[in-house]
């Protein structure tokens, strides 16, 4: 199962490639506290990544589940630098044996230290020109136009990224 925060979400829309979770192995879920940040007062804001978002909802690729209260999420929510989006997304993914899908560093080390395996939007669009779903050029035009959209990736890992979607090629 994977869970899904803001950002993977949000930039995948940006450049129309939410399609790419339906390659994933198990079901997709966001949760109402993600659902609300990034459909409900996307749509409000006039973003269209939002409607795209709210697409994939309706047709099922992506399931809107709640969070249930629990010891994680009561001690997540201490802390200052965690929104509340972040910590259900961190909670779901606790309560469901799921991976977090999620970009931020921040909240990836929080995630470690819960022993919440996590992965990044990059992780989708290599796992997915790996598994020859998408071509090589193709997952570089999708991390180039994430990138141009706004998406922060660090010059080292955009190499990283890079040197990987070569070996694929060999």
Not at 152 to 167: D, H, I, Q
Request: with cysteine; hydrophobic share 40%; net charge negative.
């Amino acid at each position: 199962m994977w869970v899904f925060d803001a950002t993977p979400l949000i930039y995948l829309a940006k450049v129309n490639q939410l399609q790419l979770v339906s390659n994933l192995d198990a079901q997709c879920y966001i949760p109402q506290q993600v659902h609300s940040e990034v459909v409900t007062t996307g749509l409000e804001e006039g973003y269209t990544d939002a409607r795209r978002i709210e697409q994939c909802i309706d047709s099922g690729l992506l399931e809107v589940v709640s969070v249930d209260d629990s010891q994680l999420v009561g001690q997540l929510q201490q802390n200052p630098n965690m929104s509340d989006p972040d910590v259900a997304a961190l909670g779901c993914a606790a309560s469901r044996d799921a991976i977090a899908v999620m970009d931020e560093a921040y909240r990836r080390t929080a995630a470690e230290i819960e022993g919440i395996e996590t992965r990044g939007t990059a992780y989708i669009v290599l796992l997915c020109a790996k598994q020859g779903d998408i071509s090589v050029s193709k997952a570089r035009e999708i991390i180039d136009s994430m990138i141009e959209a706004g998406w922060y990736c660090a010059p080292n890992l955009y190499t990283k990224l890079v040197r990987k979607l070569e070996a694929f090629e060999q």
